[in-house]
């Protein structure tokens, strides 16, 4: 049983569809509407399907595609090329500069980037989180070579935290030593195996010096909320997500949980801001 003690935070996560941009926009506009904190924003290597080619979590965070009032604390998330990563990285912290400090960098390993379409190895991974950890806390490196060398820009507003979504046991110690935030998707990632997963990130970064309490652990949770009776882990009534989203904060140290909805995406928005409100009085009740 692990609890972190770190305040806890709620979102959803959408797919910005270039056929679906009305929905994605309300769904946003939802979020913020409810009192959510965070937006995650599937930037897998599909330019020809996300609106803004590419780059789908800056187009859309930064206002191209959805208006930038709309994002609670935006989450760039999904998979990503990991080549060219100080000069996205110098990017990243310029245009953040207009989302008030409210983006993180996530990379994940699903299996279009497993297949090639991606570069998302460990071992890029580790290259790539040394490599933008720099320009993006403000500083500029030394380029290994001319052409790598990135343009200057303004420091970021804010540090941006570097969030992983992996899950064997090297890719767990990497995110222990060299990020900032832990990312697995539920129920996807067995709950059986939550208590280990942490105890390789904590080991791994009590021994880089770090406090394990200092890395976020959120939750991809993907499932419907119902009306009707429990069908499975995170598949039932508001009460049974309430109970279960409470056990992962107290029991498995998550703070954080991210909504990939089934149905109809807005009342699920807003069932789930709902929901996160009665979370929130049961964490804090249970932490005195």
């Known amino acids: 049983m692990v609890d ?13 569809d270039a ?32 609106a803004g080619g590419p780059n789908p979590d800056r187009d859309l965070l930064s206002g191209r595609c959805v208006p930038a009032a709309a994002p609670a604390r935006g989450s760039g998330q999904g998979s990503r090329e990991h080549r060219h990563s100080e000069r996205r990285a110098v990017r990243t ?39 933008e950890r720099g320009p993006l806390a403000g500083f500029r490196r030394r380029p290994l070579s001319a052409e790598r060398r990135a343009p200057g820009g303004p420091p970021p507003a804010h540090a941006i935290g570097i969030w992983l979504g992996v899950g064997g ?22 709950i059986e195996t939550l208590a280990a997963k942490n105890e390789m990130i904590d080991h791994a970064a009590r021994g880089a010096g770090h406090e394990p309490s200092d890395i976020r652990r959120i939750a991809n949770v993907n499932g419907p909320i119902t009306g009707g009776p429990s069908e499975g ?46 979370v929130r009085s049961e964490v804090e009740r249970a932490r005195g």
């Open 4 to 16: 972190y003690g770190r305040e806890l935070a709620f979102g959803i996560f959408v797919i910005p």
């Open 169 to 190: 046991p090297k890719a767990l110690a990497l995110l222990g030593r060299a990020a900032d935030g832990w990312v697995p998707s539920l129920p996807g990632t067995s």
């Open 93 to 131: 912290r310029t245009w953040r500069r207009r989302l008030l400090g409210r983006y993180r960098r996530l990379w994940g390993t699903p299996a279009d980037a497993r297949r090639g379409a991606g570069c998302a190895r460990r071992g890029d991974l580790r290259h790539a989180a040394a490599v």
């Open 233 to 278: 882990f995170l598949h039932g009534p508001p009460a049974q997500w309430i109970d279960e989203l409470t056990d992962l904060a107290l029991t498995h140290g998550f703070d954080s949980f991210v909504l990939w909805s089934e149905g109809d995406v807005l009342a699920q928005t807003q069932t789930f801001a709902e929901i996160a409100r009665a």
């Open 19 to 50: 056929g679906a941009l009305p929905d994605v926009h309300a769904a946003v506009e939802a979020a913020e509407r409810n009192g959510l904190d965070l937006i995650g924003i599937q930037d897998h290597p599909s330019p020809d399907r996300f």
